[in-house]
């Protein structure tokens, strides 16, 4: 079982934060109306190098997005790095980050999407929360809500314990509350890294899910992959946030073949997080320790350690 990872030091108004570009290309103005949007939150953006590049599907060669992401991770002056956006391309150089040169500052790294496996590395290999949140030409470009807004910005400062609503299947109304560190991300990328030294360990966790634009029947394939290679065997109960099915029967339950292909899931089964690929995308903790009340209809984020431990 993954213990709950640290905090990273607090980011609050007037820090300065880094902007990498570890994946996709980012359009000009998306890029620029979004570090607007982070200064407007009160924080100093500081672009990586690579920001603007485009070569090919990626925002610059493998060598271009590493060095100017190791630049920013070296940058004494930097409290958090955001995301510029996901796409495709950070599992492409995870394994050329230099672990032991992020270990030497611990910073709040801010993603989601394509970089899920990477912020699971944070989490597993530095021993810190990342924060499965806003990216600057994706969320913070499209404008913020006051709610996703304070979201980040408490979630950043570590201003805890907080919580969200979910929705739980009947027979789960009565069950014990559960409690464990927050995993996942996005499902199409924790099934591409099974197999590999960076998938992530979900034995004794609250694994949250979610995607986007994928017809059901790959959600309920990949759901089906990660039963079958035995990574849900342990964890202690399964949230979904936005799914963004291409082909959804309701938009106000979980599927049913969803439902079935994990009836057999140790703990309870909710859906409505509101996180993921859609508005509202609230900032999540991936390694903190959290509690799942099914009788309340609540995910409670980052327990204070007495109460983690009783």
Known sequence: MQAAAQLPPPVRRGDRVGVAALSGPAKPERVEAGLDALAGLGFDPVPATNLRRRHGLFAGTDDERLDAFHALADDPSLRAVFFVRGGWGALRVLPRVDWPRLARRPLAWVGYSDLTPFLAAVVQR????????PMVAADLARGLSAEEADSLTAALAGDWPRELP???????????????????????????????????????????????????????????????????????????????????????????????????????????????????????????NCRLEPAAGRLLLGLPAAEAAG
């Open 166 to 288: 979910v929705e739980l299947d009947e027979a789960a109304g009565s069950a014990a509350a559960v409690e464990g560190p927050l995993a996942g991300g996005c499902l199409s990328l924790l099934v591409s890294t099974l197999g590999t030294g960076w998938a992530s360990r979900l034995d004794g966790s609250i694994l949250f899910v979610e995607d986007v634009d994928e017809p059901l029947y790959r959600l309920d394939r990949m759901l089906t992959h990660l039963g079958l290679s035995g990574s849900l065997a342990a964890v202690r109960a399964m949230i979904f946030g936005h799914l963004g099915c291409t082909d959804p029967p309701s938009a106000a339950v979980l599927p049913a073949p969803l439902r079935e292909t994990l009836a057999d899931l140790p703990g309870p089964l909710a859906w409505g997080l509101p996180a993921g690929h859609a508005a509202p995308n609230m900032t999540l903790p991936i390694g903190l």
């Open 126 to 133: 530095l021993g810190l929360v990342a924060f499965h949140g």
